[in-house]
């Protein structure tokens, strides 16, 4: 074998217990035993173990029980069935719940070996394809925008399309829903891509610093200003500019933009030579920005300057089958962290996670996540590790009928499952033909 | 450079032909340098046979030999010439616990070749010191090793036995080194 493993044997009876162990002492593996399934289970809690080997008789839980609880809780958990030669129909059931093999006891010291060795082979071909899966998910994904919902899909699709060309490109999504990961990607994915990217939080700055920092400045046409600087319109010469929370910007510092994007030559603060710039805009907002064009307190002409080609990132609340694939990758980033194990989900955590609706977005999950990992005291998060996240009870007015109360929460359950009729129908435990009549009574369609 | 180790004892477990123990007390001293010392023969314990398997557990063996005084010797080989088991496997050439003080060489099986017709003595002492060393090698700390040639590689039937050579690989080697020194 070529790399040791952590096995546990499962058996009721200590001898085989204690001869397994030292047998695979022998080889320098890690090596504990269970005399009961409860007890594997508790083991299991605590510590990842690669291989069992499961006696197929044992009171209390039988092997094909602990078997079946293991991969589902522990899908990647490898097990062996031991079993005696009376119950060979058992061990036949458990190689279709997923063991990976079994021996019939007392068995050759070569069939163990020969099953160890199958294992080390598969365990070699699982990393390989693990290693060209994520090599190959690099190269045809983007860096930490996880999602495979078709809205996602969408967005993933438009990326590489919009890279190419040089129009500006305006993010809409919540906060927290990745808009800046998308403007790098599509910034990597550009012809600009060796060139600097330059992200900017125009809401987090007063419009006299923005447009320093934008536009540079001339040595002493303000107090503090001790030198001449370079703006980053200049400073990104060739590359992508990010100007995050775009809507906060003021009217004056609007028309300054639209000036630029027209004549691409910036003058800057103190000066009267303008230079040359050449970049490609990436802008973000969370603000429904036609809604104030329309409104006037946005300019028109600069919005669709802006506006060349609007992406929607949709928020996490509309992509909540992303969800476990997100939480996967938070729990794989903050282990690396914190160098703490925890590699499951109890079912009932993600359905709170599923349940709840992350008005932080993608960037909520992954506070709670991470705050999870830190606290957890085993390797699977439960519901009580995520006590912290409280998803909102109904609100009903008090003024509403019973028929309007009906109707709203029908309407909540099915834009929470994305209108999946047959889903919503289960949770709301009705079948699906009462809920197609309810929502013809109430007029509820598909937006 | 003194070793650790000082003396390895061969006690002969029931009725073992004297040549045997000879040949087995050469390779230990040839091989791994330790002095070797045929001790005095002792009997399995009656415990140790499985009357429904007719066989003798080799757990219950290294137990009752762990439990003796055997004067300065630091590790000791039993020798017999009965079947040996251990519950899980249908049977074992010897054995012995990682960094144990007593292992065991079954001398039974290895009179046999894979097709049934039986070696000369010249084969069945070589597969012997095979057996005996690579016990000797898990009681000095040694693990198995991935090596077909190797010494230390598991070796489940007479014919890895055989395809096994006397020595050591060079990383267990290594190992060795550092453990009697």
Sequence with gaps: MDRKMSVMIVDDEAIVRESLFHWFKKYGHIVETAASGFEALEKLETYPFQLLFVDIKMPGMDGIELLEKVKTEYPDTLVIIITAYGSIESAVNAMRIGATDYLLKPFKPDQLSLVMERISVQKRL??????LKGHLEKITRF????GQSPEMEKVFNLIPEVAQSDASILLAGETGTGKELVAKAIHAESPRSHLPFIAINCGAMPESLLE???????????????????????????G?????????????????????????KITSIGSREPVDVDFRLISATRRNLKKEVAEGSFREDFF??????????????????????LVEHFLKKYCQETTKYVDHVTRDAMELLKRYDWPGNVRELENAIERAVVLSKSRTL??????????????FSKTLSLREMEKTYIQQILEENNWNVTQSAKILKINRVTLHKMMKRYHLERP | MTSKIKSVGLVPLGNVPEIDLKVLAEHITGCFKLTTQILPPLEPPDDALDERRLQYDAGIIIEAMEAMQFGNQDKVIGVLNKDLFIPIFTHVFGEARQGGKCGLVSLFRLAKNPDGSTPPSAIIQERAAKVALHELGHLLDLLHCEHKQCLMHFAGGIDEVDKMSLDLCEYCSIFLQDKLH
């Design chain 1, 143 to 146: 860096d930490n925008i996880i």
């Design chain 1, 382 to 395: 439960r519901v009580e590790d995520l006590s912290f996240i409280r998803p909102p009870d109904l609100q």
């Design chain 1, 240 to 264: 992508t500019l990010f100007l995050d929370e775009i809507g906060e910007i003021s009217s004056k510092m609007q028309i300054n933009l639209l000036r630029v994007l027209e004549e691409k």
């Design chain 1, 304 to 325: 669709y300057r802006i506006n060349v080609i609007m992406i929607e990132i949709p928020p996490l609340r509309k992509r909540k089958e992303d969800i476990p694939l």
């Design chain 1, 212 to 238: 320093s920092e934008l536009f540079g400045h001339q040595k002493g046409v303000f107090t503090g200003a001790t030198r001449a600087r370079k703006g980053f319109l200049e400073v990104v010469s060739g």
């Design chain 1, 126 to 131: 699982v990393t390989q394809y693990n290693y």
